[in-house]
């Protein structure tokens, strides 16, 4: 079956470095998400991204992030200068639209990202 | 903006009993969807079930059922025959009509006891 694969699972930087969180969606899906989970929080939206643009952003998805999908395979989240407030648990998303309204979503494993 | 609630942090079952997980919601729209979805240790989360609100029949999925009380804005999940497969967080999840940017519950950690 299909599946969302993330990489890496665990990453550890140093605050103020720039991390690049990959996914890689199922092959016919067209539509791309990013979320976060903040450790004893609750899962939080970051972004949309259809026809290689970002269709719906959270307030949490400021300048330091952005989204891209480089090569019609991978789907990247760049934080270019991570903060403490960033570490989490980054899941990617992707699915198939539906004629109307919200479709099933498909989630990696999750980033975990820690910063120190 | 919409909120989702889940009040029960944890919950423990006895295998091949039943369990219901609580969920509630806020929002002012009139067409949504709500799920459930299931995270095992480790592993992705998946969708268990989906309910459309302009459906009045609640949606089942094998053992997983659904109880969805619009004008409460209660949205419950009913497993039956509850088995040891079925430990996992679980998570209520809302999304607007044309949204695909869901709003998720705190979860509930599911336990199921041999």
């Known amino acids: 079956e299909p599946e969302v694969t993330q990489t890496p699972s665990h990453q550890v930087t140093q605050m103020g470095q720039e991390v690049i969180l990959r996914c890689v969606p199922i092959?016919?899906?067209?539509?791309f998400y990013w979320y976060r989970q903040i450790l004893g929080q609750k899962v939080e939206f970051l972004v949309s991204?259809?026809?290689?643009?970002?269709?719906?952003k959270s307030e949490i998805f400021d300048d330091q992030f952005s989204v891209e999908r480089p090569d019609g395979s991978n789907f990247t989240l760049k934080i270019r200068s991570t903060k403490l407030e960033d570490s989490a648990m980054y899941f990617c998303a992707s699915s198939r639209p539906l004629t109307v309204g919200a479709g099933e979503l498909f989630f990696g494993e999750g980033s975990r990202l820690t910063v120190l | 903006a919409q909120t989702v609630t889940q009040s029960q942090p944890e919950m423990s079952v006895q295998e091949a009993e039943t369990v219901t997980l609580s969920c509630t919601y806020d929002?002012?729209?009139?067409?949504?969807?709500l799920f459930w979805y299931k995270q095992p240790p480790s592993r992705q989360m998946i969708l268990v079930i989906r309910q459309e609100a302009y459906k009045q029949q609640n949606a089942t999925e094998n053992r997983f059922s659904v109880n969805f009380q619009k004008a409460a804005k209660s949205f419950s999940l009913k497993i039956s025959d509850s088995q040891l497969g079925d430990a996992a967080m679980y998570f209520c999840a809302y999304d607007s009509l044309y949204g695909n940017k869901l709003v998720f519950g705190a979860g509930t950690i599911l336990r199921v006891k041999s």
């Open positions: 092959s016919n899906h067209l539509y």
């Open positions: 991204f259809y026809n290689n643009e970002i269709s719906e």
């Open positions: 929002t002012s729209e009139s067409d949504y969807y």
